[in-house]
């Protein structure tokens, strides 16, 4: 066991100090009782190891911290997962255009089928009409060639505007004066799926109603 040897400071000179047969007992107890702490511990980790490496390979517990609920939940989305059909869904983003003036371009086509949707765009007089209809168009082009998607039987169920960067201009006025005008961006997302027995059903419906009231 090694012997420490401290230095007192005192204003004018340093002394060393002289060891004596008591300091050098405390300081020894001291390191005895740090070595037996460090062994006591190494024994209860290397025990719990050895503990969890046989509790391995029973059932393991639920923690009572986790949720029910979210366990359910995981359960209920693996069997809606079978039963839903096949979504795709398309995006483009920096559009050069304010979300408002996209967004009732966008509403007109949702919950409308891919065909009769680019058929409304086409007639459609607004400058979000053509991005509108691209982005419609490279959706449907993924949902075939990519996910095997018939693409006579595809709907339109979603269709929503997202914001982007607002970019910060000066704007030059008459006598002197400026100020600071904004040029907005926006994201456009288009999902896209099949239409079920019912779904076709009642757009064959409409159709009907509607090329009657306009006979009359």
């Known amino acids: 066991m090694m012997d420490y040897v401290f230095l007192c400071t005192n204003n004018k000179k340093k002394k060393k100090k002289k060891k004596t047969k008591a300091n050098c007992l405390v300081f020894r ?3 005895s009782h740090l070595l037996l702490a460090s062994h006591r511990l190494y024994i209860s980790i290397s025990s719990n190891w050895k503990l969890l490496a046989g509790s391995s390979e029973e059932t393991p517990i639920s923690s009572p911290l986790t949720p ?8 209920n989305e693996e069997k809606k997962g079978v039963a839903n059909r096949t979504k795709v869904q398309a995006v483009l983003k920096k559009i050069k255009q ?3 003036k996209v967004n009732l371009v ?6 409308m089928r ?12 607004k400058r979000a009409a053509k991005t509108v ?18 693409p006579d039987c595809l709907l339109v169920p979603e269709a929503f505007i997202g914001k982007g960067m607002f970019l910060k201009r000066v704007s030059f006025h008459g006598k002197g004066r400026s100020s600071i005008k904004e040029r907005p961006e926006c994201r456009l997302t288009v999902v896209v799926r099949e239409m079920t027995a019912e779904e076709e059903a009642e757009i064959a419906r409409q159709t009907e109603s509607k090329q009657v009231s306009q006979a009359y």
Do not use: F, M, W
């Open 98 to 100: 304010s979300p408002k």
């Open 29 to 31: 107890d001291c390191g």
């Open 68 to 75: 029910v609920l979210a366990i359910d939940i995981g359960k």
């Open 133 to 150: 209809y691209q982005v419609i168009h490279s959706a449907r082009a993924d949902a075939t060639h990519n996910h095997g998607l018939d």
């Open 106 to 111: 966008a509403a007109l086509i949702r919950g």
């Open 114 to 125: 891919v065909e009769d949707a680019l058929l409304q765009l086409q007639v459609t007089v």
